[in-house]
């Protein structure tokens, strides 16, 4: 008898690395697991293969453990038995950089090729929406299927569960939606019981929502489970007593080659871009503002090894040093560790998000010593060369010359300095903030014992520079002379007001008032704070029935400083907030604590930027602060958010938030969004952006055009059921109460960002440009004796490996200022440099890389395989991308 439709069941495990559980009890399990899983295969040919979660990660910890084993592990993935990579872990690919996931991507698939395979297909069984590049990445990793769960509507399916991805750079992938998840067949029996009222009924839906094959997926496994010996006789027994469908043990890379390749299959639906929908499936869109913490510092952290250290090694490695791959290495994968979705989520278990934190710290420290070495072996070269001590140095670790205020740190004798170059030009520079630092006692060994020898004290100075043409991928070199002279300072008045060439902000009564002064335009209540109750968990903001939102926009001007080149005004924002909620969290507390907000603002000369800085000690339980931001819209229908390498719009009310709970909807489809760097507001004669540094979470409130940035969520629960904005079972773990004070963030927090605000219609060029002027792409580094503890390994003695550098270097510079630099490191193969660059504009652009150093341009793929030889111009599509080689 023939069967009219083929079930494909896909035996696998959904890993996490950590969760409610730590990264130890994970790996401990793993051992076991993975023991047995070899053992069954190797016993069973009829056991087609298993799927382990597309992680190499979890192969890399066993092998740690079970070296002994990678023989018989090899042998099973070569022969597509055992399934590991593409990914390193599950990343999270909506709060990490562009660069984290291909870089995971990229690790994971190297890897995994070594072991004999990797998975040809962009698996994404768990996480919390997906990104718009995801098929433009795996399509550049040579990934021709992706399958994956959540973030996409019913409608947008057309009938069918498999479809074609597309990237806003035109790529694709062919995709196949997993409509009820990753564990549908987890409990596969041929019990009859189970067969009719489960399996059939569920295998029947399936059917109906494959108008275009009779091929259907049941992926059978779930969250850290042990192979099931038993499915290839429990699929030998289905076959015999279904008459209607026929069941094949197999795997995703064989499922999606077979249905796309089938006669008369034709899957011609595309989806574009992000997928963040929360009909069918969790989305969990407020997880972006919690644990702020661990969002700020993992954004630090990427942000020093992509935009610092790994060009600044590279500059370091062109002029003779080495450079630090195998620390990379580990640096980066603690950094996939943090950034599996449950983990940068931060819905965990406080002893998970205490090791995620630690491991973010590690990090930070290694990245930090890394940077000192390169940058103090590179300065003592030039000053050789130079025959001068007292130098400093700044190194522009960005592709185009960077002109504009550098900040930096000087120790010196005296209170009065000068800054040259080395022809002797002066170099304008304002002190900011300057402090006497004693100098200690120095031990002393003599013939008559250690003597204590009082050392001279000295002055640290922190510094404003504005620099002029420093070299692309490179450094130019100043001259530290001590010396009587006038410093201009940034110095205390009785103003309430700071100013420059664009904006005036100030203080009227308490309100803090922005003016434009090239469009003439006033926001006359410019920043205003909202408090509201959070009676969700680690997963979703859930508002509290019958609370009121606490508005507070009383501004107490503490400060204000002005010198030549920048104007600091500070403010103190002081009011009263409930302390949690009651017992019964069923409304806020009667008592109540002081919550204090100091605010800085920040206008430099020539800049278009104003800086703001909170700093935050939050007093309070079972609650969440935004900022409101007046914008001086009218009837916005639309934001703007950078995703990857170019622009995404959004609805500022999502059309399905309308009847979600009557139709069913997983979760409420609320307009709260992502954003990876910046977002933007905008009409025909104005752009109001923001560029956040780790804050991850907005809304646009459609009542008053106000920007929202969520600063933090303050909740003391892992999980708990039916939230307004969620119904049902708790998230995560939910047969078991998990409480989580530390999330309640009970801690000093700050939160920085800074507003463009420019007459006229949204230029993505301007806002990736100021985007890369806020975050900064440089380092600095002052040749002196004076201070050992201001850098991390000052104090310690260093080989010099380089004799002499000359006082400016370039290593490459890109000549379109409409074309950015995404990463610039060592290639997996350690036989070159990679460039990726990016064209977030709606054209194609063209550019030339110029190079004394480098002769060879090769096109390569992001695996880094190598693909066309380049001379000339070099184009980039519109919302495009492109990795280069320079050898």
């Not at 069984?125 to 994956?148: R, V």
């Not at 275009?212 to 015999?240: C, I, M, Y």
């Not at 935009?307 to 062109?318: D, F, N, S």
């Not at 002064?517 to 979703?540: C, H, M, P, W």
Request: hydrophobic content about 35%; aromatic content about 10%.
């Amino acid at each position: 008898m023939t069967k009219s439709k083929k079930v494909y069941v896909v035996p696998h495990s959904h890993w996490d690395r950590e969760w409610y559980f730590t990264i130890e009890d994970s790996n401990v399990l793993l051992v076991e697991n993975l023991d047995h899983l070899i053992n069954v295969l190797e016993n069973d040919p009829d056991y087609h293969g298993y799927v382990y979660d597309a992680q190499m990660s979890v192969i890399e910890e066993y092998l740690k453990i079970r070296p002994e084993q990678r023989e018989r592990l090899q042998t099973l993935v070569a022969a597509k038995r055992i399934f590991v990579g593409p990914w390193y872990t599950q990343t999270d690919s909506l709060l990490v950089n562009k660069e984290s996931i291909i870089r995971n991507l990229l690790y994971g698939t190297r890897m995994a090729e070594e072991m004999g395979h990797s998975l040809n297909n962009g698996y994404l069984p768990d996480i919390f929406g997906q990104n718009m590049y995801l098929p433009s990445i795996f399509e550049g990793f040579g990934i021709d299927y992706s399958i994956l769960q959540r973030g996409i509507f019913t409608d947008q399916l057309n009938g069918d569960l498999n479809f074609i991805w597309k990237s806003p750079d035109g790529k694709q992938v062919k995709a196949n939606n997993i409509y009820f998840g990753y564990g549908p067949g987890k409990f596969l029996s041929a019990d009859d019981e189970y067969h009719t009222d489960r399996l059939v009924p569920l295998l029947d839906k399936l059917a109906d929502m494959n108008e275009s094959t009779d091929h259907l997926l049941l992926p059978a496994g779930g969250d850290q489970v042990l192979v099931r010996d038993h499915f290839p006789t429990t699929v030998k027994q289905l076959n015999e007593k279904d008459e209607k469908y026929e069941y094949i043990l197999s795997d995703y890379e064989t499922f999606m080659k077979e249905t796309w390749a089938a006669d008369g299959a034709k899957f011609d639906n595309v989806i574009e871009g992000e997928l963040i929908a929360s009909q069918k499936s969790r989305i969990h869109n407020t997880i972006r503002s919690q644990r702020y913490d661990l969002k700020k510092l993992n954004y630090e952290v990427e942000n020093k090894l992509l935009y610092v250290l790994e060009p600044l090694a590279g500059i370091g490695k062109a002029l003779g040093l080495s450079y630090p791959q195998t620390w990379l290495d580990s640096m980066w994968k603690m950094l996939f560790d943090v950034h599996a979705h449950d983990s940068i989520g931060g819905c965990n278990s406080d002893d998970t998000n205490r090791d995620i934190i630690v491991r973010l710290e590690k990090v930070d420290r290694i990245a930090n010593g890394l940077i000192n070495i390169v940058k103090k072996q590179v300065t003592k070269a030039i000053a050789n060369g130079l025959g001068q001590e007292n130098i400093s140095v700044i190194l522009n670790t960005n592709s185009k010359p960077f002109s504009g205020l550098v900040e930096k740190v000087l120790f010196t004798k005296q209170t009065t300095f000068d800054l040259k170059d080395v022809n002797g030009a002066p170099i304008p520079f304002e002190l900011m903030n300057q402090e006497y630092i004693s100098g200690g006692k120095q031990i002393v060994v003599t013939a008559d014992g250690e003597k204590e020898v009082e050392v001279p004290g000295y002055y640290r100075s922190v510094i404003q520079a504005r620099m002029v043409e420093v070299p692309a991928m490179g450094y130019t070199t100043l001259l530290v002379q001590e010396e009587e002279t006038v410093v201009s300072k940034l110095t205390a008045t009785q103003d309430t007001f700071i100013e420059n060439e664009l904006y005036r902000l100030s203080i009227n009564g308490s309100n803090v008032v922005l003016e434009n002064k090239q469009t003439k335009q006033t926001l006359e209540n410019f920043i205003r704070f909202e408090n509201v109750a959070d009676a969700g968990d680690s997963y979703d903001f859930s508002p509290l029935k019958g609370d009121e939102p606490i508005y507070f926009n009383e501004a107490e001007v503490t400060k204000v400083e002005k010198g030549s080149f920048g104007q600091v005004l500070t403010v103190r924002y002081t009011t009263e907030l409930p302390v949690a909620m009651n017992e019964e969290e069923t409304v806020r507390s009667i008592e109540k604590a002081v919550f204090t907000v100091v605010t800085t603002f920040t206008l430099n000369a020539g800049e278009e930027l104003l800086k703001i800085q909170h700093e935050i000690d939050n007093t309070c339980k079972d609650h969440r602060i935004r900022v409101l931001l007046s914008t001086g819209m009218k009837d916005v229908q639309h934001s703007y958010a950078d995703q990857a390498f170019s622009v995404i719009e959004r609805p500022v009310v999502n059309p399905y938030l309308e009847g979600w709970k009557e139709n069913g909807f997983a979760e409420a489809p609320v307009s709260i969004y992502p954003l990876e760097n910046f977002v933007a507001l905008s009409d025909k004669k104005a752009t109001f952006a923001t560029i956040t540094k780790g804050i991850k979470e907005y809304e646009v409130l459609p009542d008053t055009n106000e920007l929202a940035l969520t600063l933090f969520r303050s909740v003391g629960f892992l999980g708990r059921d039916n939230l307004e904005w969620r119904p049902g079972r708790a998230s995560g773990i939910n047969n078991k109460v998990v409480y989580t004070p530390d999330a309640q963030l009970q801690q000093t927090m700050t939160f920085e960002y800074a507003i463009v605000w420019a007459g006229e219609e949204l230029n993505v060029t301007k806002l990736f440009q100021q985007t890369d002027l806020f975050r900064t792409h440089y380092a600095t580094y002052q040749n002196q004796a004076l201070n050992t503890f201001e850098e991390r390994l000052e104090r310690f003695e260093l080989p010099l490996p380089i004799e002499k550098l000359p006082t400016s270097f370039s290593l490459f510079s890109i000549n379109n200022e409409q074309v950015f630099l995404s990463t610039c490191k060592q290639s997996y193969e350690k036989d070159g440099l990679i460039v990726r660059l990016f064209n977030p504009t709606e054209v194609e652009q063209s550019f030339q890389l110029h190079s004394d150093l480098y002769t060879d341009i090769t096109i390569t793929n992001l695996y880094e395989s190598e693909m066309e030889k380049m001379t000339g111009a070099i184009t980039i599509a519109p919302k495009g991308y492109i990795t280069l080689k320079l050898t």
